[in-house]
């Protein structure tokens, strides 16, 4: 019964880091020792024994398989209470679940990554795999934003990010009460207005809130960048994992199984994908 989608694994949260007021990152070890096995982009289900369970992106790169990392808002009953637990404390983990990114389709292509808000916590697993196996791809441009500079993720990682000179690397927030901000302020669309690429070459990557998908793909379809190119998390409403549930349906197609990684191509087919 180890290996059933329905019955979880136990894991021990090893560390714990604040990234904003409302989101921490979980860095979990399998009880069994085994390595998680997902691939970037997918998501598990994360539960409390008698409480219940939610789905999370992994955050982490499959490359490092000693642990595996869960970024979460508290916004519900179970990431609230997976907020309130400390380091030692055990979970439940079922998955990976879905479809993530096929590397093989990037590589030896420039590769753009567009995150929003919490579109950082599901993109960082493949921002970090491309990192790792940096000259299997051309160009690495990745665009970032957040409301404000309090919320942004992962800030330690986004300094080092912004001194490297294999990433084109732009952030962007929508608003700044904080005087210490000097960057760019707007949405993340607007960071399009700085980057130029070849759109026959680049093969793009977009997580974020739904309204931000619209703009985005006006921008990409607009400078000529194929749909078969331009891939989506389209994590929504997932609830069983399994495609049992129901929660996750756009028109026929489940999106915890087929997705979440969708590309525009298949997505754009669904007339409820963008709602």
Same mark, same amino acid.
């Given at each position: ?15 714990? !880091? ?120 051309? !160009? ?24 490297? !000179? ?8 929508? !608003? ?100």
């Amino acid at each position: 019964m180890t290996d059933s989608p329905y019955v979880p694994r136990w894991a021990t949260i090893r560390h714990i !880091r604040r990234e904003t007021p409302s989101v921490k990152r979980l860095e979990l070890e399998l009880d069994n020792g085994q390595a998680l096995g997902h691939q970037s982009g997918q998501f598990v289900e994360a539960g409390i024994l008698g409480l219940g369970e939610a789905p999370f992106s992994v955050s982490s790169s499959p490359r490092r398989t000693d642990s595996f990392d869960l970024v979460i808002r508290s916004v519900g009953t179970v990431s609230e209470k997976l907020h309130g637990l400390k380091t030692g404390d055990r979970i439940g983990i079922r998955g990976p679940f879905g479809h993530g990114f096929e590397l093989a389709r990037f590589r030896n292509r420039d590769v753009l990554v567009v995150a929003s808000e919490m579109g950082l916590a599901t993109l960082r697993s493949l921002v970090h795999e491309l990192l790792e196996e940096r000259l299997l791809y051309g !160009r690495l441009m990745v665009l970032v934003s957040a409301p404000t500079p309090e919320q942004l993720l992962f800030k330690d990682e986004l300094a080092e990010w912004t001194n490297r !000179r294999d990433i084109d690397f732009y952030v962007t927030v929508d !608003r700044a009460l904080d005087r210490e901000w000097s960057g760019h302020i707007g949405v993340v669309t607007t960071l399009f207005q700085q980057l130029q690429f070849d759109p026959k070459q680049t093969v793009t990557a977009i997580s974020g809130p739904p309204v931000m998908y619209k703009y985005a793909l006006l921008e990409l379809l607009g400078r000529g960048v194929a749909p078969a190119s331009i891939f989506l998390t389209m994590e929504r409403r997932m609830r069983c994992g399994v495609g049992k549930c129901g929660h996750c349906q756009i028109n026929n197609v489940y999106v915890c199984q087929r997705g979440p990684v969708l590309s525009y191509a298949d997505a754009g087919k669904l007339e409820e994908a963008f709602v």
